[in-house]
């Protein structure tokens, strides 16, 4: 089993900066992407951003220049840097990973989610 957990979420004022991070855990071979989603009420699920395995990196058009993510592959950890932070980033903010583990003897990929950290951004 894999465990997402997340951290870093809280509430900041416009212009202010937070830094997510998502550890994961379990018998993990390797991980492939691993990315950030979000959730504002009452709308879906969309990407704010993604980061292969050796770095390359994908982001919203929203986010862009605002917004920097990382991973430290020794900790299986990805992070999420968020500048200049608007009242339209308010949402749930969700870790996602595509793990390689080895179930029956068999190697397979398996997508995962956290749990979600709340980040509001008040005007």
């Known amino acids: 089993q894999v465990q997402l957990v997340e951290s870093g979420g809280g509430l900041v004022q416009a212009g202010g900066s937070l830094r997510l991070s998502c550890a994961a855990s379990g018998r993990i071979i390797s991980i492939n992407d691993m990315g950030w989603y979000s959730q504002a009420p009452g709308k879906q699920r969309e990407l704010v951003a993604t980061?292969?395995?050796?770095?390359?990196?994908n982001y919203a058009d929203s986010v862009k220049g605002r917004f920097t993510i990382s991973r430290d592959n020794a900790k299986n950890t990805v992070y999420l840097q968020m500048n200049s932070l608007k009242p339209e980033d308010t949402g749930v903010y969700y870790c996602?990973?595509?793990?390689?583990?080895?179930?029956?003897?068999?190697?397979?990929?398996?997508?995962?989610w956290g749990q979600g950290t709340q980040v509001a951004v008040s005007s």
């Open positions: 980061i292969t395995s050796d770095g390359n990196t």
């Open positions: 996602n990973a595509v793990v390689v583990l080895r179930r029956m003897g068999l190697l397979g990929t398996y997508n995962y």
